[in-house]
T-cell receptor, first 110, second 112 residues
Framework: GIQVEQSPPDLILQEGANSTLRCNFS?????LQWFHQNPWGQLINLFYIPSGTKQNGRLSATTVATERYSLLYISSSQTTDSGVYFCAVCLQTGANNLFFGTGTRLTVIP | DGGITQSPKYLFRKEGQNVTLSCEQN?????MYWYRQDPGQGLRLIYY???????QKGDIAEGYSVSREKKESFPLTVTSAQKNPTAFYLCASSIIHADTQYFGPGTRLTVL
């Protein structure tokens, strides 16, 4: 099956700092999503980004499908950004079910 | 409010008992999914359904069963055949052949 690798596995930031999270995947995909899982377990959609670049406030994401990676940028981090960030992909063939990476755990300290 | 609801939020079960987790959506989505999350891990697909009265096994379907009698509902039964059922269970839905999956708040199942 497809491999989805995220790095770094853990990240600790001072409030106000910027960060980049990476997602590598091993096969061609037609869907890539970034999620934030809050401390209560809720998965919150951040981006649907199979290719190109998108921005939403302090967050932005870029996917280079031909090179099989995606990046999530967090600028001016806040303590509320803490949690686990997941990348998930859907294969070009088959049903629309997502394969998840193991996540990046982000801790933002004041 | 439009969204996905899951109940109960917490569930405790004795070994050997079957238990059913509820998932309801009012987003008018055709596709629904069940995922399992273990501590420190990503999500893994248990079952999915693209249309009423049809569903397919995911990567870890053994010990689970589902039904899809209504578009809005996709309940998951964790049977006694599931060897290690303690986990966090998340339900999702999406428009068929399109993009974003939306997730419910999850159910934490603990087997005592």
């Amino acid at each position: 099956g497809i491999q989805v690798e995220q790095s770094p596995p853990d990240l600790i930031l001072q409030e106000g700092a910027n960060s980049t999270l990476r997602c590598n995947f091993s096969d061609s995909v037609n869907n890539l999503q970034w999620f934030h899982q809050n401390p209560w377990g809720q998965l919150i959609n951040l981006f649907y980004i199979p290719s190109g670049t998108k921005q939403n406030g302090r967050l932005s994401a870029t996917t280079v499908a031909t090179e099989r990676y995606s990046l999530l940028y967090i600028s001016s981090s806040q303590t509320t950004d803490s949690g686990v960030y997941f990348c998930a992909v859907c294969l070009q063939t088959g049903a629309n079910n997502l394969f998840f990476g193991t996540g990046t755990r982000l801790t933002v300290i004041p | 409010d439009g969204g996905i609801t899951q109940s109960p939020k917490y569930l405790f079960r004795k070994e050997g008992q079957n238990v059913t987790l509820s998932c309801e959506q009012n987003l008018n989505h055709d596709a629904m999914y069940w995922y399992r999350q273990d501590p420190g891990q990503g999500l893994r697909l248990i079952y999915y359904s693209q249309i009423v009265n049809d569903f397919q096994k995911g990567d870890i379907a053994e010990g689970y069963s589902v039904s899809r009698e209504k578009k809005e509902s996709f309940p998951l039964t964790v049977t006694s055949a599931q060897k290690n059922p303690t986990a966090f269970y998340l339900c999702a839905s999406s428009i068929i052949h399109a993009d974003t999956q939306y997730f419910g708040p999850g159910t934490r199942l603990t087997v005592l």
